[in-house]
């Protein structure tokens, strides 16, 4: 999550998560991912915020007032991956083959850094030493690249390096902050979040690894995910009226171009951020987060939940409980949801068994059939 600078003070929470469509400053006070940061949940000129019984802890029930098709479940079958006592483990992402964790850390130092584990192992390596801030690593298609975000050069820009610790490349070095990258399913590709120096809002593109001048605009929003399976990238997207909180999109890749720009989850209650596609692309999981105002004025997150959408039959099942803040949610080769949860002082890498409902899945199917399947009409972005 990017937050600007308010009265010459500058903080910053989650980028990982992803929750207020303002600027992100070039360099951060903090890197810290407590929730207590968080300042917004919607785009920049909000809405009042709400107040009262909608917001109160627990209440961030998903999404569609007009379509119910949701279950609730209790939670079972969790584990725990992280065991850090102090400090926050954040922004996981799993390897193609689900045997490493990879994730973001400050359980060494104040400012974060990117290590490895493996998923059912306790031996941490560390991936990256700097001073400054390194988040939202992602493994490439074939496990050997990682991609994240570092102000190691003054501003946020997206790097690479080996999965062995050799090899970092910068891939980005413009005067506009870029962050949160993820690779194309033939691992040729980046989409990636830039700030717009002229259209003032975060913006998605794309750039070839082999050539990184070679850039291609997609869409207005924040936090891409490309598809394993097709040319789809999901994101979010602030809405342009009423509360303006955070809802999911998808966009269709082609010819290299956005198409059928489509809003997949959406809440009146709730802002739905950063989505991640399941290993067969059938379906996306995303963190539905609740706030309400704190006595200094700023906004406080109350209710952090994980929900999977599937993009057939519009099925929204919430995955987590609710008795725990859980957020950065991202799916395993293995069936699994791993996510951040807080409690106390620490943030931890857990996860949980995905209550996909299969029998209603159907065959695996192209993407523009996905898209034609999804229930929300697809509605045109930007220009």
Known sequence: MAIRS???????????VGICACRMPAQSAS?????????????????????????????????????????????????????????????????????????ASTRNSTRPDIFLKRTEGYAITQLTSDPADDIQPRFSPDGENVVFSSNRSGNWDIWMIRA???????????????????????????????WGGRSAQWEIWTLSIGNPGMRTFLAYGLFPDWSPVGARIAFQRARQRGSRWFSVWSVELVDG??????????????????????????????CALTSAT?????QAVVAADVWTVDLK?????????????????VWGSNGRIYYVASRGDAENIWSLASNRRDDLLGPTQDTAAVSRAVINRPVRIGN
């Open 257 to 286: 171009d956005a198409r059928r720009p489509t809003e997949i989850a959406h809440s009146d209650l709730s802002a739905c951020v950063a989505p991640r596609f399941s290993p067969d692309g059938r379906a996306i999981v995303y």
């Open 164 to 194: 062995d610790g050799t090899g970092l490349v910068q891939l980005t070095s413009g005067p506009n902050d870029e962050i949160a990258p993820c690779f194309s399913p033939d691992g040729m590709y980046i989409a990636y979040t830039s």
């Open 31 to 103: 890197a810290s991912s407590h929730l207590g940061d968080w300042t917004a949940l919607r785009s920049v000129n909000p809405a009042p915020p709400l107040v009262g019984a909608n917001v109160a802890a627990g209440s961030a029930v998903h999404p569609s007032v007009v379509d119910q098709r949701f279950e609730n479940r209790v939670l079972t079958n969790k584990a725990q991956h992280t065991f850090t006592a102090r400090g926050r483990d954040f922004d996981p992402d799993l390897h193609p083959d689900g045997s490493t964790l990879l994730f």
């Open 6 to 16: 308010v009265g010459g003070t500058i903080a910053m929470a989650f980028v990982c």
């Open 313 to 329: 039959t519009g099925l929204r099942l919430k995955q987590t409980d609710g008795a725990a803040i859980a957020f950065n949610p």
């Open 294 to 298: 704190a006595p200094d004025g700023r």
